[in-house]
């Protein structure tokens, strides 16, 4: 390995509105590295809309830097173009101490010891960012699984239509067949896509030894997705993030959170809609529609939607970078994510249901009992992953303990007993709408 770098920079960037191509410059000690999103081509008619606009990139610039950050999170963290102010520098703090807390859990590091974010030696900022005049078109992230899906579904049943987009390493076949197919049916009008390239340099690295982890993935998209509706006219972009992202997958030894979901959170999607309506617009909302909800919740509600129980996916190994560890059909069976996905589910459908939508019986198998158990985190600790409340495993598992067509089953004949030194909660205090949550008005409960 080469000497360990004592600084990241984040550098220039640049935007080619005739092509759409964003370039973000970095570097590490004297490496350069240039990670590169390409965007819909788009220029903006007015002064107010490009300093809206380079605002949004230069949010996307200083968040995407965490993936080169991380690989050696150096003493000192620099910018040499255009700098943080001081409120936006303690927001990046947040955001990748925070954001890196799993990576920093896995690596031994107290992620409190990370380098403040650079900031300006003064602030000279106005109040709020002025309000565009954006367009009713409306953008929804999907993601291939349920809750983007109930997120839609929702949006539509109180008479709003929309337009999905995805943001993509490489080859995403698990969503490019869910949208083409909703496209299709005419369920939508557009599918967007973000190509997002992260420079080859990176993996070298993360082969010569450099850490490697987690890194706040949510984050990064939502500031990307931020800048595509300002080129496209948008005022709304809704997220499919449920209130069961803000349980944390652990406490570490100092009793702080160490959340696999931070960048899914409510804490999160408050700091974001700060950021936008000081510095890019008053009449861009970024919000979460599911917000109020759970995952139990919503997993009723996408029971009653057939049409797309052959059509989507959750499970992560879908989206790995490497396609070599790309599962091979879309639920891998064997994952945290597919178990839980499973377990609320067989609350709302049958056996033979879910054998058709999973290829094979998860709970059947006691061969996963252990997989399942994590779930219930009755260690205190839950799988580091994109699952839901332990309390909601636990109501599963009991629920099904319950029922006739589930009782037997190996998974919940060996789980129900081990409840019994817990409190479960009732199911309808985990089904009912929770504040907090920021929608619209035109979006209430």
Not at 345 to 351: C, E, I, N
């Amino acid at each position: 390995m080469q000497p360990t770098p004592e600084r990241f920079v984040l550098a220039d960037r640049h935007h080619d509105p005739d092509t759409g191509q964003v370039k973000l410059n970095y570097r590490l000690d004297d490496e350069h590295f240039t990670e590169t999103f390409f965007m819909p081509p788009g220029r903006c008619a007015t002064r107010q809309r490009q300093q809206a606009l380079d605002n949004a990139l230069d949010a996307l610039h200083w968040i995407a830097g965490v993936s080169y950050f991380k690989a050696f999170c150096p003493p000192r963290f620099e910018a040499t173009q255009r700098v943080p102010t001081p409120a936006q520098g303690q927001w990046l703090d947040q955001i990748y101490r925070e954001g890196l807390a799993e990576f920093a859990h896995h690596q031994g590091l107290d992620r409190t010891q990370f380098p403040p974010a650079p900031r300006c030696a003064s602030d000279g900022e106005t109040a709020n960012a002025d309000s565009l005049g954006l367009g009713s078109v409306i953008l929804l992230p999907l993601g291939g699984g349920k809750d983007s899906l109930v997120a839609w579904r929702r949006l539509v049943d109180q008479g709003f239509g929309g337009q999905i987009m995805s943001v993509q390493i490489g080859q995403a076949p698990a969503i490019q067949s869910l949208a083409q197919s909703m496209v299709a049916r005419g369920d939508v009008r557009k599918h967007w896509v973000i190509a997002r390239q992260l420079d080859p340099k990176l993996q070298a690295l993360n082969a010569r030894g450099a850490m490697n982890g987690h890194v706040p993935i949510t984050a990064i998209n939502t500031a990307a997705l931020t800048v595509l509706a300002i080129l496209l006219d948008a005022h709304w972009v809704v997220f499919a993030n449920e209130r069961s992202a803000d349980e944390p997958t652990l406490m570490d030894a100092s009793n702080r959170p160490v959340n696999h979901q931070f960048s899914k959170s409510w804490g999160f999607e408050q700091l974001w809609a700060d950021w936008v309506a000081r510095y890019i617009a008053q009449d861009l909302r970024v919000f979460s529609i599911l917000r109020a909800r759970t995952e139990l919740s919503i997993a009723k509600t996408f029971a009653t939607m057939p049409t797309y129980h052959g059509e989507f996916s959750s499970c992560n190994r879908n989206f790995h970078i490497d396609p070599k560890k790309r599962a091979r059909t879309r639920w891998c069976g064997a994952c945290p994510k597919c178990r839980f996905v499973y377990l609320v589910l067989a609350v709302w459908m049958t056996p033979a249901e879910l054998v058709a939508i999973f290829g094979r019986d998860l709970l059947a198998d006691e061969h996963a009992i252990d997989g399942f158990n994590q779930l219930l985190a009755l260690d205190g600790h839950k799988p580091f992953e994109c699952v839901g409340q332990a309390d909601e495993a636990r109501c599963a598992i009991q629920s099904l303990s319950r029922s006739d067509r589930w009782a037997s089953h190996a998974v919940v004949a060996a789980l129900a007993p081990k409840l019994a030194s817990v409190t479960v909660p009732p199911i309808d205090t985990l089904l009912a709408i929770q504040s907090p949550h920021a929608l619209p008005s035109e979006l209430q409960p």
